[in-house]
């Protein structure tokens, strides 16, 4: 079992950056890999970032690539998810999620039901 908390959200304008952080305690070296999903209002959960367990390895969902960058701390304790040109259309609810069976990023990314454990989750509001 693991436990994931996320914070870092807020209320910002269009253009400006937020960083997410996650929490990780309880089992995290059966952590395999890492990503951070996305639900917005009315719409479905969508996976934006993934991260290998080494940290060496990340991928991203089109509609945020080249914007958002997810990073680990070297203790691995803490996943970060750092937010640029933020949009109106990236308001959701943010949660960091765990993979304890070793999928691919590439299907981790396409997958947001794979995941074993997932945190509460952080509110993003981005107003125009």
């Known amino acids: 079992v693991v436990q994931l908390v996320e914070s870092g959200g807020g209320s910002v304008q269009a253009g ?72 109106p259309e990236d308001t959701a609810m943010y949660y960091c999620a765990a993979d304890f069976r070793g999928f691919s990023l590439r299907w981790l990314l396409r997958h947001p039901d794979s995941y074993n454990f997932r945190g509460q989750g952080t509110q993003v509001t981005v107003s125009s």
């Open 16 to 87: 400006g950056s937020l960083r997410l952080s996650c929490a990780r305690s309880g089992n995290i070296n059966s952590v395999q890999s890492m990503g951070w999903l996305r639900q917005g209002p009315g719409q479905e959960r969508e996976v934006i970032a993934v991260i290998n367990r080494g940290g060496e390895e990340t991928d991203y969902a089109d509609s945020v690539k080249g914007r958002f960058t997810i990073a680990q701390d070297n203790a691995k304790r803490t996943l970060f998810l750092q937010m640029n040109a933020l949009k």
